[in-house]
């Protein structure tokens, strides 16, 4: 993340937020050039997250490509906040039009991807189109994950 944020090569910042162990932490530490990158790795309360979401211009979730599900990509669209990350079946679920969705093979391309998406995404802070894709991605989570809604899906599922 940090590596395709300076690839990127963007006027941006990236919060990077939540508790790591100490080790992970000093590799991550040992990749920051400059006070661009900026670092908070206490724990962070589901109210402090929503707080962050609310201001962030995107969240970037560069999960693996086996991944399936994320919380947090739910709380970021109930945030009105648009998300960069990889490919993800939940991410599918939602059009190329409101995210910043990518694929990879490997590291390099994953990088490279990732990058090119954050690229893309500053691009849309500058004309505040990341800011229309945000409130469409609320009012869409707000829209189709009603209680009723999600008690008839699972009640189908369960038929």
Do not use: C
């Amino acid at each position: 993340l940090v590596e395709a944020f300076y690839r990127a090569d963007i006027d941006g910042r990236l919060l990077l937020a939540g508790k790591i162990e100490p080790e992970y932490r000093a590799v991550i530490e040992a990749l920051i050039k400059d006070e661009r990158v900026i670092t908070d790795f206490s724990f962070v309360s589901d109210e402090d997250m929503s707080g962050i979401m609310q201001i962030a211009d995107a969240i970037v979730l560069p999960y693996e490509n086996t991944s399936i599900n994320s919380g947090m990509m739910i709380n970021a669209f109930s945030n009105g906040t648009t998300v960069i990350g990889t490919n993800i079946e939940m991410l599918q679920d939602y059009s190329d039009e409101l995210v910043y969705g990518y694929n990879y093979t490997d590291t390099d391309t994953h990088i490279k991807n990732l990058s090119y998406m954050m690229r893309k995404a500053f691009n849309d802070m500058k004309t505040r189109e990341i800011n229309k894709k945000g409130y469409a991605l609320e009012q869409s989570v707000m829209r189709d994950n009603t209680w009723e809604i999600v008690k008839d899906h699972l009640l189908l599922a369960v038929r």
